[in-house]
Nanobody
């Protein structure tokens, strides 16, 4: 499985961005996809995850109510809609497969990361 993350950029606090994660190669139909982020000097942290099969989702407390993760099975693409962005959301965002767990060690495949910068 190869993962390509995109959609990062610069946003103002309170604004929105949508990240995409395109999966290719062996179809990850049995897997879930997670989003993680890593800010400079910090460890990589879980953001959200979605199941390919039933769309079941889970979120970190820090993004609940602001971020929405979804998937389009026909396009093998997972999205992360980020609303009400905060300065502290600034980080490199990574998508990863094949789990829905909030631990990076549970994922076998990682995308290259996309930078999100939120200005005040």
């Amino acid at each position: 499985v190869q993962l390509q993350a995109s959609g990062g950029g610069l946003a103002q606090a309170g604004g929105s961005l949508r990240l995409s994660c395109q999966a290719s190669g062996r179809a990850p139909t049995k897997y879930g996809v997670g989003w993680f982020r890593q800010a400079p000097g910090n460890e990589r942290e879980f953001v959200a995850a979605v199941s390919w099969s039933d769309g079941n989702t889970r979120y970190a407390d820090s993004v609940k109510g602001r971020f929405t993760v979804s998937r389009d099975n026909a396009k093998n693409t997972v999205y992360l809609q980020m609303n009400s962005l905060k300065v502290e959301d600034t980080a490199v965002y990574y998508c990863a497969a094949n789990s829905q767990m909030p631990a990076a060690s549970m994922y076998s495949y990682w995308g290259q990361g996309t930078l999100v910068t939120v200005s005040s």
